[in-house]
């Protein structure tokens, strides 16, 4: 049940940028950070981007995040092989008792 | 260095409850702030968060799973307990747990276990 709403594909070639858009509403997005995980075919998601910039230790700089309302966009600068993966914004949601919510995931392919 | 690991049949018949374990290490859920939670990834598709346990035993669950779902802790053995009732083929899926420092945030994850339901 994804409340957020996220491309189902995204492309380019090494070395293009990559923009992947995560679109929510008030009661997640718009109240609370957006965090975004990658998962590698065949493995556990990993924490990419977390309070909706910030970058753990050891995730390159190439990825950035920003939040801007009820949206989200996750961009990959300089695009690697490496980086094709799945990608998934996720948030909290104050909704009911409160919920956890990710989005419906994007496939990124470098061509 | 925190893991966690889940464990649990991999085989479960339509109707049967199922009951995952996370074991953990390099946090206390006795600390304040910490929490675990479980989510799931039918075979192609995406994440869905099921459940989550803090410190102080709150607990959260998935609204449309609720009525199928309970999680607890053991905080001596460093283990968090997934049950789920009531097991349909479409709850075939890998089962993951995740350590929590916050709302909305999994910053550490298991590798997985993946469950098929099938007679």
């Known amino acids: 049940q994804s409340v957020l709403t996220q491309p189902p594909s995204a492309s380019g070639t090494p070395g293009q940028r990559v923009t992947i858009s995560c679109s929510g509403s008030?009661?997640?997005?718009?109240?609370?950070?957006v965090n975004w995980y990658q998962q590698l075919p065949g493995t556990a998601p990993i924490l990419l981007i977390y309070?909706?910039?910030q970058r753990p230790s050891g995730v390159p700089d190439r990825f950035s995040g920003s939040k801007s309302d009820t949206s989200a966009s996750l961009a990959i600068s300089g695009l690697q092989s490496e980086d094709e993966a799945d990608y998934y914004c996720?948030?909290?949601?104050?909704?009911?008792?409160?919920?956890?919510?990710f989005g419906t995931g994007t496939k990124v392919t470098v061509l | 260095q925190i893991t966690l690991k889940e464990s649990g049949p991999t085989l479960v018949k339509p109707t049967q409850t199922l009951t995952l374990t996370c074991t953990f290490s390099?946090?206390?859920?006795?600390?304040?702030?910490?929490?675990v939670g479980w989510i799931r990834q039918p075979p192609g598709k995406a994440l869905e968060w099921l459940a989550l346990?803090?410190?102080?035993?709150?607990?959260r669950y998935s609204p449309s799973l609720k009525s199928r779902l309970t999680i607890t802790k053991d905080t001596s053995k460093n283990q968090v307990v997934l049950t789920m009732t009531n097991m349909d083929p479409v709850d075939t899926a890998t089962y993951y747990c995740?350590?929590?420092?916050?709302?909305?945030?999994?910053?550490?994850w298991g590798q997985g276990t993946l469950v098929t339901v099938s007679s």
């Open positions: 995740a350590h929590t420092p916050l709302f909305g945030l999994f910053d550490y």
């Open positions: 390099g946090f206390s859920l006795s600390t304040s702030g910490v929490g």
């Open positions: 346990i803090y410190w102080d035993d709150d607990k």
């Open positions: 008030s009661s997640n997005i718009g109240s609370n950070t």
């Open positions: 309070n909706n910039n």
């Open positions: 996720a948030a909290w949601d104050d909704s009911l008792n409160g919920l956890h919510v």
